[in-house]
């Protein structure tokens, strides 16, 4: 195998000579020897040795570099150097620095073989590394950073062309120089270049940021501000075989940072002097930041909250939200888009809370995370706000049926449009499919209602449909000779919109004032949009005429306005006279007023402005029938004399140059200049009649000494507000008539001889009380007023308040009660009771009567039945229980009698003691019935638990009687009106309820008894509290002569019970 090519390099004949004779001794091929740099240079170009040796006169540090550094920046050639010493600035004897070795002299052979070994191996490694791949340079050539890579030696091997215009180096000179020579970075601050870079980072093995303050001393001796790294070229093993340089030009960057410096401090200084709140907190929610709009909102000083956390601006139900918002927002690095601008509380230095709108934005600092905050008072605001609320909530109607015309009106549009855009987009990209589509785009394109046109960039128009053309008034065959830019009346608009195009890509309803060829100017909302056709970059416009729009809008603000007067004022003159003005300035004409027709035919104005006193007169005396006023003919209806193309049927006038038209309808004889408009000089005047439901009730006029002062929309206008002030004035009518006969009912309710009050249903106040109701209740009027209800009930007679009902809210439509008077006397009254609306309240119109005497008079009736019926109840138990009794024992002795005759004769006697018994049980019942308590307490309980065996005995249902506690009824006519009502609810429960099972309950806590009758059968009808029966209405009288309170219910489960409250005395008087 033969070995490595070595030439020789050694000034001295004999050196040379000895080392050549023992590298042919180790093998090796020694294909010259030179004795100069330049013959080494020559032999190096003809030869192409693998190896170089130097001899030991090139031993010296500088003539070696100069000499290897040509060599290697040319061949790449490893080097051997021969030396009498270890080399000091490189590594031991036997060791290499980069891709040169050393050996020393005298030549050693397995030292040489050994060095020879490595630094091939070296060598092959470096080359593999070291130069880049054709694809890799190219790459490396390509990008805008520059790049600068060397061998394992700190040699330049590779240089690309943004590195050669920043270091002022070309590749060819630049290759084989050391980098500190090339890449010469100063440290400004320190005023010292950086050296050693290439070795810190192979022996570090990791790369160095190079950042500011560093710049880079070019070859011409320029300095330029760089940025960048030098990182190292790691090979297999984890060794270093070079290092690459990456950076770029950082003047840009640090003119953008002193910038940013100044801006910052511009910010600071704006920040201070804004007149909104503006604050900064760190990421612990502390104020960093506060100027002097801050403390005006929240009232504190600077020193006083700098510091301080941010929730105490905030109120503490609101603090926890605040938080928990303010660190996510700062954990995610950003604030939800959709949360701010947000209007949220305050709170002051002094405690009151504000309203507030509130912009946040998180931003980030030296890896610390900061939030400001803008923050503006909108107190003000928000009150302004509630006060336009009501008059939006009317104006909501008429908005909502415009914007669904106006939808209506442009949906084709629209739809036409976005179909248009989507073959334009569709052109850009499929050129084919362009061709086949063309013919049916261009259909599309003149047929569409909205003008288009196709411009490019500087404004040529290059294609343009015919609705365009008629709206700017120029003929389609010119319109390529145009710029679109001619046609806009103000063209700073152009070059916005412009702006907006190349950053938003398509900007939407952007409104402008456009001009057409004649001059005239019109509004027109534009839709630009940038295309691509081929190479060249074209603008999409489509404008649309929103001139009525615009006018419908205004027209919507005039009516808002109308209805914000009507609720601002009180009368019907302050009314008309605000109208007056605010057409004056709505239209700008110099006279606005309203006339009112009157009942002898004419029609004054009621309210003007700008009119003379002397004009008004002489207007005011004018009669609708028979003046040669052509206003109030238009009014009337009658024909007007002359032409007048913008008159309506209706009566709506608007006229130019008026007093050509007055002088053409003035009678023979008399002069037009006796007229007051054309005394005054009056030449533009628009009407608008006032009808309401057909019947005309005046006239809206406005006149002004210029000529065409009014267009038709002023005109159109008027025909809309004309109906509104109509309305209005109606109001104002019927306002009036409200206002009479309120008067007439409050003097009706004063002066009535019967009771009457009118109670508030949520407290009881008395709110109102007639003469009547004083004399009853013996208390002045005002007296009565400043009373609740519930101070006129009868607290003993009503100790469990279930009469006092409607001084609570819950208001039965008919009820009696116990009234108190002024005397302390008790007196029983009937309430009648009905809610009626009183402004925005509801209260209770109760009608009283006093049923006092009337009360009593039932209770002896009701008394004496029941003693009649007691009486009846002790006769039969008495006379014919006893008489039937004696029968039965007569007949029982006749039926032992018997007992030996025959069969038939005994069973016919055993049938009459049967028949006789049965009798006296059903009479024993019937008297029970009739009187079935005793005046003693146990005689009711029993005559309960008599009435359960009776039902169980007779109807096979179960009856329980439950009794809680001691049961104390003292007055048996109490007793009897109680059962009687126990009784007939167990008898409806029998009869109507289909109960199975009945069940009574009595418990009594002090002088109140509670009895409920439950069963469990269909329940109760839905209009039980109106049924007419008998039995209710019986058990319902028993319970008001009780002064009980009855009550019918069904529960959820199903069933009916049946409730009596009763509050009884301890007395043995009667309740």
Avoid at 663 to 690: F, K, T, W
Avoid at 893 to 900: C, F, H, P, R
Wanted: glycine content about 8%.
């Amino acid at each position: 195998m033969t070995g490595p090519l070595i030439l020789v390099v050694e000034e001295e004949p004999w050196v040379a000579a000895e080392i050549c004779g023992k590298l042919q001794d180790l093998g090796c091929e020694v294909i010259g020897c030179a004795h100069s740099r330049k013959e080494a240079l020559e032999k190096i170009e003809k030869r192409r040795p693998d190896i170089l040796f130097l001899g030991i006169e090139f031993a010296d540090p500088i003539r070696r570099r100069a000499l290897t550094g040509a060599i290697h920046g040319k061949w790449r050639l490893p080097v051997i150097l021969v030396v009498e010493e270890p080399d000091m600035s490189g590594s031991a004897v036997g060791g290499e620095v980069g891709d040169i070795g050393c050996v020393r002299w005298p030549l050693d052979a397995r030292e040489v073989r050994k060095c020879i070994a490595r630094v091939l191996r070296k060598h092959a490694e470096g080359r593999q590394i070291g130069e880049p791949s054709e694809w890799f340079r190219e790459a490396l050539t390509s990008i805008s950073d520059a790049v600068i890579s060397t061998d394992y030696a700190g040699l330049i091997v590779f240089i690309n062309a943004s590195a050669e215009a920043l270091t002022g180096w070309v590749a060819r000179d630049a290759h084989g120089k050391p980098i500190e020579e090339v890449f010469s970075i100063i440290d400004e601050d320190k005023g010292r270049p950086l050296n050693r870079i290439v070795r810190r980072v192979m022996r570090g093995k990791c790369a160095i940021a190079l950042t500011s303050p560093l710049v880079l001393k070019a070859r011409n001796g320029l300095k330029v501000p760089v940025e960048g790294s030098v990182a190292p070229i790691i090979r297999p093993g984890c060794k270093a075989a070079g290092v690459v340089a990456v950076f770029h030009d950082a003047t840009e960057k640090r003119k953008a940072h002193e910038t940013l410096q100044e801006s910052e401090e511009k910010f600071r200084r704006v920040a201070e002097s804004a007149t909104d709140a503006i604050l900064t907190a760190d990421a612990a929610g502390r104020i960093t930041f506060w100027n002097s709009g801050a403390e005006r909102v929240f009232g504190y000083r600077a020193d006083e909250i700098v510091g301080q956390p941010l929730w105490k601006l905030a109120p503490e139900r609101f603090r926890a939200q605040h938080m928990d918002a303010y660190s996510r927002a700062l954990i995610a690095g950003k604030l939800k888009s959709n949360q701010y601008p947000r209007e949220t509380v305050g709170l002051r230095k002094d405690g009151n809370e504000i309203a507030i709108e509130l912009s946040m934005s998180v931003w980030q600092l030296s890896g610390a995370f900061y939030c400001t905050a803008i923050v503006r008072d909108i107190s003000d605001r928000k009150r302004s706000e509630l006060a336009l609320l009501e008059s939006r909530i009317a104006l909501q109607k008429s908005h909502d049926e415009l914007e669904l015309r106006v939808e209506q009106r442009t949906s084709e549009l629209r739809k036409a449009v976005w179909r248009l855009e989507q073959e334009v987009a569709s052109r850009a990209m499929l050129e084919a499919e362009l061709r086949m589509s063309e013919g049916r785009y261009r259909t599309l394109f003149a047929a569409a209602p909205a003008g288009i046109a196709v411009t490019n960039v500087e404004g040529e128009i290059l294609d343009a449909n015919a609705a365009l053309c008629e709206m700017l008034g120029i003929e389609l065959a010119g319109v390529r000779e145009m710029n679109i830019c001619s046609f806009y009346a103000n063209v700073a608009d152009r070059r916005r919109l412009l702006k907006r195009v190349r950053r938003e890509g398509i900007v939407e309803d952007f409104e402008t004032r456009l001009q057409r060829r004649n001059g005239t100017e019109f509004s027109a909302s534009l839709r630009l949009s940038s295309i691509r056709m081929g190479q060249q970059e074209l603008l999409l416009t489509i404008v649309t005429d929103i001139t009525h729009k615009q006018a419908a809008e205004r027209h919507i603000q005039g009516i808002a306005e109308l209805h914000e007067l009507f609720l601002s004022r009180k009368s019907r003159s302050e009314y008309l006279q605000a109208v007056a003005r605010f057409l004056r300035d709505w239209s700008g004409c110099a006279c606005a007023g309203i006339r009112l027709l009157d009942g002898k035919g004419c029609m004054p104005f009621v309210a003007s402005v700008g009119y003379g006193l002397k004009f008004l007169r002489e207007e005011n005396q004018m009669n609708l029938e028979t003046d040669a006023c052509q206003c109030l003919k238009a009014v009337a209806g009658r024909p007007i004399d002359g032409e007048v193309p913008l008159v309506r049927t209706t009566g709506c006038f608007l006229r130019h140059k008026l007093a050509d038209l007055i002088a053409h309808g003035m009678p023979d004889g008399r002069d037009p200049n006796s007229l007051p408009c054309v005394r005054e000089r009056y030449d533009s005047l628009v009407q608008a009649p006032i009808y309401y439901r057909g019947r005309l009730v005046g006239t809206i006029q406005m006149a002004d000494r210029r000529n065409r002062q009014f267009a038709v929309e002023t005109m159109h206008f008027l025909e809309s507000v004309a109906p509104l002030v109509g309305e209005v004035l109606h109001r104002f009518e019927v306002e009036e008539e409200l206002r009479k006969s309120e008067a007439r009912f409050r003097s009706m309710f004063n002066r009535h001889k019967a009771i009457m009050l009118l109670i508030d249903p949520e407290s009881g106040a008395i709110v109102e009380a007639n003469q009547a109701a004083a004399q009853f209740y013996g208390y002045k009027r005002n007296q009565l007023c400043a009373m609740n209800i519930r101070d006129l009930l009868d607290q003993e007679a009503d100790s469990d308040g279930f009469r006092s009902d409607h001084g609570r809210g819950v208001t039965p439509p008919s009820f009696s009660v116990v009234h108190k008077v002024a005397g302390g006397s008790a007196r029983v009254v009937e309430v009648h009771s009905t809610p009626i609306s009183v402004g925005e309240r509801t209260l209770n119109f109760a009608v009283i009567h006093d049923i006092t005497e009337r009360r009593q008079l039932e209770r002896q009736v009701l008394d004496a039945s029941d003693q009649e019926r007691q009486r009846i109840g002790r006769d039969l138990h008495d006379s014919l229980g006893g008489s039937l009794g004696g029968l039965a024992m007569v007949a029982m002795a006749l039926a032992q009698t018997l007992s030996e005759a025959p069969p038939e004769h005994s069973a016919m006697a055993r049938e009459i003691v049967d028949g006789i018994n049965d009798t006296l049980r059903q009479a024993r019942s019937i008297a029970r019935g009739l009187c079935p308590v005793g005046l003693s307490a146990c005689g009711f309980v029993a005559g309960l638990q008599d009435l359960a065996r009776n039902v169980q005995q007779r109807h096979a249902i179960p009856c329980l009687v439950r009794v809680s506690g001691e049961i104390v009824v003292n007055d048996d006519s109490v007793a009897s009106h109680l059962f009687q009502i126990i009784g007939e609810s167990v008898n409806n429960a029998i009869r109507h309820s289909g109960a199975k099972k009945i069940e009574i309950r009595v418990r009594q806590r002090g002088q109140q008894i509670a009895v409920e009758v439950q069963d469990d059968g269909i329940g109760l009808p839905k209009n039980v509290e109106h049924s007419s029966g008998m039995g209710l209405r019986i058990m319902r009288y028993r319970a008001d002569i009780l002064g009980a309170r009855l009550v019918f219910r069904s529960p959820r489960k199903g069933g009916t019970v049946v409730s009596c409250l009763l509050r009884v005395s301890p007395r043995e008087s009667k309740v």
